[in-house]
Nanobody
Framework: QVQPVESGGGVVQPGGSLRLSCTSS????????INWFRQAPGKEREGVAC????????TYADSEKGRFTISRDTAKNTVDLQMDSLRAEDTAVYYC????????????????WGPGTQVTVSS
């Protein structure tokens, strides 16, 4: 059973970079589409980026295009989110999520979520 776990959050100045990583304490992530979400204080959770199995079908939210890069490392069993040119409005708890039937662009929410990792962009 897949159980996502996030790492890599922290505090960074505007314009800086962070790299988040999603792995699994259960089944390997290599056979799952993985979606990164975030939730800022007082705001609804929103999708950030998604990668289908075998690095096919990568999608990004419009505000993240050109700044965020999602990638899969099958040897390390991780799906990473490289975040560059960070802005104050990127401050949020970031989650990775999936389930056995999840595909990028699904209208429903994934069933398996990590506990989240805090990203704070502040000078």
């Amino acid at each position: 059973q897949v159980q996502p776990v996030e790492s890599g959050g922290g505090v960074v100045q505007p314009g800086g970079s962070l790299r988040l990583s999603c792995t699994s304490s259960g089944a390997t992530l290599n056979y799952y589409a993985i979606n990164w979400f975030r939730q800022a204080p007082g705001k609804e959770r929103e999708g950030v980026a998604c990668i289908n199995v075998r690095n096919g079908g990568i999608t990004y939210a419009d505000s993240e295009k050109g700044r965020f890069t999602i990638s899969r490392d099958t040897a390390k069993n991780t799906v990473d989110l490289q975040m560059d040119s960070l802005r104050a409005e990127d401050t949020a708890v970031y989650y990775c999520a999936t389930d056995p039937l999840w595909v990028c662009g699904s209208r429903r929410q994934p069933l398996a979520w990590g506990p989240g990792t805090q990203v704070t962009v502040s000078s």
